[in-house]
Each structure stands twice: as structure tokens, then as C-alpha cells.
């Protein structure tokens, strides 16, 4: 079947899609955008979190179909051309990133979390990432990227 | 396969009725995970996310009706307030992300007896409103579950949404896993205190197989409590003991029957108890509360 939704701005449309295909393979496998990753297909990881008419859903676990029409933000529109979002500068320079495999989940559902609220309590920010699975880091330096970005927010 | 994606009601129940095979998805977070591991392959899917008016909730009369499509995360944000317990089983559900798509609508019609939303449910005397071609039916939650991932629903009909009348008196949920997210419930109870009829509402989650309420335990509260006093230590132990005594629970991977048991008293009679603080209101010398239960 046909496909067709706003991805990071830009309308695209995508013709032989399965019916039963979710909105992550779609991006990663027909449009090109592999940011969002593939790790578990059952909403357990988080690492294909993306923004579905502004909110974050598991990309794997939305029908294609169901995205038709939508907006969809995925990891690569969080920036803005060369510069880094501010959550994305944040976790370069507090070294949240080992392997990187948890980071576009993680980048979206924190973006999201400092849309709502600019300024988390660690609870609210260990509640807003629950969903979100990372093997490498022991999470605290990524608890130290949203706390950094959030700041540095306030500073601005 | 075949995505059938209705915009009305009406043209919802003429694709069921002429595909009951389909397999209806609405937050899909279910559903997916059956399709992406193979699973499942049917060869209709039914889309109820474009159903106009099935993502509305509204106050019909002295009850609420909840349209199959409103997320958990709604429930949180709009519903917390007039139904407290199931808002607390709603922020319990799987993370954000499962909130932000996972619906009550989608629990029923999954009717795992795991399913978080089913004791609140049992325990508020929630009603599921399901229609197909055919009619309309009222079906009351304790008739609606029928076996492991069995429901009451037939092949032509779809749920479209469930009523229930917002708290009238203090309600909690309680449910154990191994962590504080993600976790399909080891085992979880649900209570209700329904101070008008004098009466206490229960609900028990995967410790049987099916949700189920805990009906010697209400009926032994419905003789023993005296609401205008303090909660009776021995009453509330042995309301625990009615609670774990109803359920029917198996040994697996997440816990004994015997730990489910001993659970479910312990969650029975430590809600029963911030329960009646609450009803009681604070000053209440002899039911302390939560920090002690
Ligand atoms: C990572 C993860 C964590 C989870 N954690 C929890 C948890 O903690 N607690 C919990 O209870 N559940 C949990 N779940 C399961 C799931 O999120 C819930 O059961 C949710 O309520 C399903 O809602 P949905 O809208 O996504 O349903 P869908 O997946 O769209 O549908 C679920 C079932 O209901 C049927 N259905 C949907 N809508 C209708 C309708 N209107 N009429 C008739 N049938 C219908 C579908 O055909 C399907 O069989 C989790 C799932 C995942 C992936
Ligand atoms: S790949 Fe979607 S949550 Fe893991
Ligand atoms: S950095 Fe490797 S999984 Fe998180």
C-alpha cells in the first residue's frame, strides 16, 4: 500500500508497504532514516522513540498506516542544520553516549521531557526515561545530560 | 492483508460484521508486537484510530463514558482526578511511551487476566459498552472476562466504550514487579470504597485466569466494617487473607501461587488501610496511614 506523512518537515510518500509493517521499518528501511534504531520490535528498549503529531510513541509498535497523514519528528530533525539541539549538545559534552545505540530513543524522550518540563526533579526525569533501555552507560551520565542541558536552558 | 482504516462507527461495525476475522488495532501496543514477531498474520487489520468520537470520554448522567480509544496517558492527565483508580493502574502501565499509545479500550479487548486496567475496573463496577451490527450490549466487567485472554466479545463486535461512575470515595491500586516500570504485574489489587452503599469494591489482576473480584472479601466487609470508626486491625488482616484465599494463582516464571497469595493479602490489606485513612481523614490517631501500613 501507499504511505504518506510529514517526516521532520518534509512530505514524503512511499509505495509498497506491507500492511502489517510498523512506522519503524518504514523510516530505517524506506526512507532512509536510520537514526531511529532497531532493538527489540516490542516497545521494551525505547530506541525508536519518535514524536507522532508531537508526542513519543515506540516506532515499532505504530502501523504504518496509522502514521498516514501524521507528522512524524524522528533523531535526525531534532537539530537544527549543523547545530546540535541543546539535549543532543548535552550529551556530547556530559559523555552520555558509549555506544550509541540508546541514543536517538533517549535524545527524543529527553527532548520531550525538557519540552514540558524545562526544569525536572531527577524523579520526574527517571520516570520520563523508564522506557528507555541502555546497556553501556549505568545511566548516570545521561541523568547528567538532561540535568545539563536543562540548565543550561535556564541559563540562556 | 489489508488495512481497513473506518473514519465512522458505523463504517467500523460494517467492517467487522463483514470481516470478523479482522484483527482491530487501536494503540497497537499489543497488536504490533504480535505482528513484528510473526505471530499473528491476519488477513484484515481493522484501524480504529481514525473512529471519530472513539477517543472522547464524557460525563453521561451520574457516570462516566470512556471511548475505547483514550489513552493511558489521558487518564493520568484528564481522569486522575474522578477516577483515581484507574489512574493509578494507568501510571504503572509499561513507560511513557506505552502510555502514550496504550488505551483501556485495548487492555479489554486483550483481556489479559495481567492487564493492569481490569481491577480498577472490577472494583468500580465498570460496565464495557461493545456493538456490532447487531445491537448494542451492556456487558457489566465481571461478566466480561471469560478465560486467559478470553473476553465475552463476539467475532462482529467491537468495544466502544466503558462506563463507570467516578469515586465516590477513596480509591487505591497495587501491584508488584520486579521494577518500577515495565513490568507485567506479578501479581495486582485494586480497591474501592463505595461509602454511599457502605460497600468496598475489589479487583484482582493476574492471580487466576481471568481479573476477578474478591467477592467473600467484600461481602465480609459489607457485614464487618463500621464506618464511622477506625479500621479494625483483625478486620483488615482478615480481609487480606479473604483476598488472597479468592484467587486462583499458578507458579511461573514471575512468581509462586504461594507468593501471589501472600502478596495479594499484604496489597489488600495495606490499600484497605490508606483507603480508610483517607475516608477517615487526617487526626485519625489509630489508622496512621500509609507510612505504617
Ligand atoms: C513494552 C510494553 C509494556 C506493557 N506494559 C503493560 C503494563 O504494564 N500493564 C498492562 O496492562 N499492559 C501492558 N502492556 C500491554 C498493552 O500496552 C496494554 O494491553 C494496552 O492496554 C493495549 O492497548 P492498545 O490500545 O495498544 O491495544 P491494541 O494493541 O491496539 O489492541 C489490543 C487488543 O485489543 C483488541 N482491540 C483493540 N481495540 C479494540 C476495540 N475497540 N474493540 C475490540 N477489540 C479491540 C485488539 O484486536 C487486540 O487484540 C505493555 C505492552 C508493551 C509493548
Ligand atoms: S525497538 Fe521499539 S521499543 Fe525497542
Ligand atoms: S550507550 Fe550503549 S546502549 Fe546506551
Redesign the interface.
Same mark, same amino acid.
Given at each position: 500500500?501507499r504511505v504518506s506523512f510529514t517526516v521532520n518537515g518534509s512530505r514524503e510518500t512511499v509505495d509498497g508497504v506491507? /500492511?502489517?509493517e510498523?512506522l519503524l521499518y518504514v523510516l530505517r528501511e524506506r526512507m532512509g532514516l536510520p537514526g531511529s534504531k532497531n532493538a527489540c520490535? =516490542?516497545?521494551?528498549c525505547?530506541s525508536c522513540?519518535v514524536y507522532l503529531d508531537g508526542?513519543?510513541?515506540?516506532a515499532?509498535?505504530?502501523?504504518a498506516? =496509522?502514521a498516514?497523514g501524521r507528522r512524524v519528528r524522528t533523531v535526525e530533525g531534532l537539530a537544527e542544520g549543523d547545530r546540535l539541539a541543546p539535549i543532543q549538545q548535552a550529551f556530547v559534552d556530559a559523555g552520555a553516549v558509549q555506544c550509541g545505540f540508546c541514543t536517538p530513543g533517549l535524545l527524543v =524522550?529527553a527532548h520531550d521531557l525538557l519540552e514540558h518540563r524545562p526544569d525536572p526533579s531527577d524523579a520526574e526525569i527517571r /520516570? %520520563?526515561l %523508564?522506557?528507555?533501555l541502555c546497556r553501556c552507560t549505568g545511566y548516570e551520565k545521561i541523568l547528567d545530560a538532561v540535568r545539563l542541558a536543562a540548565a543550561r536552558k535556564a541559563g540562556t | 492483508?489489508?488495512?481497513l482504516?473506518p473514519t465512522t462507527w458505523d463504517e467500523a461495525l460494517a467492517a467487522k460484521a463483514e470481516h470478523p476475522e479482522a484483527v482491530p488495532?487501536q494503540?497497537?501496543?499489543d497488536?504490533?508486537?504480535e505482528?513484528?514477531?510473526d505471530v499473528r !498474520?491476519p488477513e484484515h487489520?481493522l484501524?480504529l484510530?481514525r473512529v471519530a468520537g472513539l477517543d472522547r470520554w464524557e460525563q453521561n448522567g451520574d457516570r462516566l463514558r470512556i471511548g475505547a480509544g483514550v489513552t493511558y496517558?489521558r487518564i493520568i492527565g484528564e481522569l486522575g482526578d474522578r477516577l483515581p483508580g484507574l489512574a493509578q493502574a494507568a501510571r504503572t502501565v509499561?513507560?511513557?511511551?506505552?502510555r @502514550? !499509545?496504550g488505551t483501556v479500550g485495548g487492555n479489554l479487548g486483550a483481556a489479559s487476566p495481567a492487564g493492569d486496567g481490569h481491577p480498577p475496573l472490577l472494583a468500580a463496577d465498570a460496565v464495557v459498552e461493545v456493538e456490532s451490527r447487531r445491537g448494542i450490549r451492556m456487558i457489566a466487567a465481571t461478566d466480561f472476562y471469560q478465560g486467559v485472554k478470553r473476553s465475552a466479545l463476539e467475532p462482529d463486535e467491537l468495544i466502544r466504550a466503558f462506563w463507570l461512575a467516578p469515586a465516590t470515595g477513596p480509591q487505591y491500586f497495587s501491584k508488584i514487579g520486579t521494577r @518500577?516500570?515495565?513490568v507485567i504485574a506479578v501479581c495486582s489489587f485494586a480497591v474501592a470504597l463505595h461509602p454511599g452503599e457502605r460497600r468496598v469494591g475489589t479487583g484482582i489482576g493476574s492471580a487466576a485466569p481471568t481479573p476477578i473480584r474478591a467477592v467473600a472479601a467484600e461481602d465480609f466487609l459489607a457485614r464487618e466494617l463500621d464506618w464511622d470508626a477506625p479500621l479494625d486491625e483483625a478486620v483488615a488482616r482478615e480481609f487480606g487473607a479473604l483476598v488472597g484465599a479468592a484467587a486462583t494463582p499458578i507458579d511461573d516464571v514471575r512468581g509462586t501461587a504461594a507468593y501471589r497469595r501472600h502478596a495479594l493479602a499484604v496489597m489488600a490489606r495495606r490499600t484497605l488501610t490508606w483507603a480508610w485513612r483517607d475516608h477517615r481523614g487526617p487526626g485519625d490517631a489509630e489508622n496512621p496511614g500509609r507510612g505504617a501500613a
Open positions: 500500500m506491507w /500492511e502489517g510498523s520490535e =516490542q516497545g521494551e525505547g522513540t508526542t513519543p510513541v515506540c515499532c509498535l505504530v502501523a498506516g =496509522q498516514e =524522550q /520516570e %520520563a %523508564a522506557g528507555n | 492483508m489489508e488495512f482504516q488495532i494503540g497497537g501496543t497488536v504490533m508486537v505482528l513484528n514477531f !498474520r487489520l484501524d484510530g496517558a509499561g513507560s511513557p511511551q506505552i @502514550n !499509545r @518500577n516500570a515495565m
